[in-house]
């Protein structure tokens, strides 16, 4: 275990001289625009310095998270599709990716395009927000026709992905997405049922995109597994955070 800032020039020395597989999955959760300069650092500068070791350390492959974000508005989307990145977020993860493409020609680059991945112990994203929100009868915004429309994925199925990666030759974006299709409304209904609060929502009439990610390529590339149904994998996640209320409660 190595610790170091990717926000911060890496002292190389620290890490080891031949690698064979580099993962880049960090990111910045920091507010905007306040640490824009801290989030392009971790998410674009880093990737080139880590491409940088990568070819001096003879790795074989280099695999980057990025995000279904840099589709920008499609809706549904495919790997073929163009990507149209319109959030700063989103800019600096197009960036990232057309960094690893660039060294196609020193080791196979992968790049997995995430499509809303949770699970037990995530915080300050969609669905732990959402699930907080209702648990203090706080008003779940929805948009014209329920949008957007979302297809999330367990973090158990994204991990399971993420090692068939490792062992495949596959080469180029991948969608990691979950099977269902599933609106913002349905969702915090479905949240609400684990958390025992009816969810209060506040239709604001305006019209959004849906965060749809395509999967099949993902299937075909790395295996059709029985992946975790939306219903389960939030009762994994929730259900673990009540459980910790609760025990807070009774100590």
């Not at 491409?51 to 990025?66: P, T």
């Not at 991945?117 to 699930?131: D, F, K, S, T």
């Not at 599933?182 to 019209?207: N, Q």
């Amino acid at each position: 275990m190595i610790t170091v800032d990717l926000a911060r020039p890496i002292d190389w020395r620290l890490l080891p001289e031949r690698v064979d597989i580099i993962i880049h999955l960090a990111q910045a959760p920091v507010p905007l625009p306040e640490s824009a300069n801290e989030m392009f650092a971790v998410n674009t500068n880093s990737t080139q310095h880590l491409l940088d070791y990568g070819r001096r350390s003879r790795a074989r492959r280099f695999v980057l998270a990025s995000t279904g974000d840099v589709y920008g508005r499609l809706g549904s989307a495919k790997e073929t599709d163009a990507a149209s990145p319109e959030s700063f977020y989103a800019i600096t993860k197009r960036a990232a990716e057309m960094l690893v493409e660039s060294y196609s020609a020193y080791f196979e680059p992968c790049i997995l395009r995430l499509f809303h991945p949770y699970g037990p112990g995530q915080v300050n994203r969609l669905i732990p927000r959402m699930a907080d929100r209702i648990r203090q009868q706080q008003p779940v915004q929805v948009h014209r026709n329920d949008r957007p429309h979302l297809t999330p994925i367990h973090i158990d199925d994204m991990t399971r992905a993420l090692e068939c990666v490792l062992t495949s030759s596959y080469c180029g974006i991948l969608n990691i997405a979950g099977d269902r299709i599933v609106s913002i409304r349905d969702l915090a209904e479905m949240i609400g049922h684990v958390v025992g609060r009816r969810p209060v929502f506040k239709d604001t009439g305006e019209e959004t995109f849906d965060l749809i990610g395509d999967n099949r390529l993902m299937k075909e590339i790395l295996g059709d597994w029985p992946m975790i149904s939306l219903q389960e994998g939030l009762r994994r996640t929730l259900e673990v955070k009540e459980q910790e209320k609760e025990c807070l409660i009774l100590g």
